[in-house]
Every structure is written in structure tokens, then in C-alpha cells.
């Protein structure tokens, strides 16, 4: 079974001269939104394709962006730990299991997985009135990143696999653009 394209839904850009804030938190929502019309409407077959040499796909990248989401915002800025699937998962054997384990899952579960993922990182976002707050998880060097750095390098990463997927993609029905 497949998700229908959502042809219908205008993709909001970005403000053309936002605040920092809201410049970073509409960029993030305009990549998390791209990547959602990536595999909008492919069924689980084209969403476990990989193009050339790649093992990536799209439902590969689409997981493990739901991973990366509640990875920095749950873990990182509160300090929490990872909730389920994650939370079963020995990450130190099995490193790529966000990107193999996606074969198994159905469109519906992997985008509702990341919609919800986005939808916590919102709200942890929301609760949060200085972006130089620092998160509660303290790395291994010993210095914190502040909440500004995680939106940034939070564009980057999807930045990173929407280009990923728009040659996955473009490899599965030769669909372009946003």
C-alpha cells in the first residue's frame, strides 16, 4: 500500500527576511516537509529502493531522520532518553539499523513515525525562549551545544538527505522539484 502525492499542499517557503529564530525553525520545517514529498505516494517497494552503489533509500533516510529528530530535541536538549523503536535498539552492533530495519515498514508507519518525531521536536522547540540555552546532554568533550547549533546542524542534516532523495526518487519516477 502506498500514500497518495499530496499534490494539493502548497510547500511554504521559507520568509524572505525572517528573525534568526524564525528563519531557522521555517527552514527546518521547509527540508522536513520536502523530505515527506519525497516518498509521498510510493509504496513500500519504491521506498526500500537504492540508486548506483548507494545502499540509501528513501524509506531508509525518512527513519532515520525521525531518529535524528528525536535524538537532538528528546535526548540532547532534555536530556531524556530515547523512547521506542530506539530505545530497543543496541546502536553499539547494529549502527545502521535506522536505515536497513525501514525495508520492514510500511509508507504509513514511516511517515507518521517522522510527522510525530517533528511534531515533539516542534513542542520542545516551543518550550524553549532562548536559542543560547544549552542542551541538557553533555558530550563526552565536554562541551554542550546551545539550542541555535542543534537547529542548524538539524537544517544540514536534512539538507544532506534531501538531495539523497531527490536522486532516489527521481531514479524511482522520474519525479523533480521540491
Sequence with gaps: MSLPPDESAELAEPTEAPGERQGLEEFLDYYREVMR???SGLDQAALSR???ASTLTLGGIIKH???VEESWFVED???Q???DPWAAIDWE???DWDFESAANDSPEYLITLHAKACERSRQILADIDDLDTLVAREPSSGDRFNVRWVLIHMIEEYARHVGH???IRESIDGATGD
Design 77 to 79: 536538549i532534555l536530556g
Design 165 to 167: 532523495a531527490d536522486l
Design 50 to 52: 537504492s540508486v548506483a
Design 93 to 95: 552492533t547494529d549502527r
Design 37 to 39: 514529498r519525497k516518498v
Design 81 to 83: 532518553e530515547l523512547s
Design 65 to 67: 531522520l525521525s531518529l
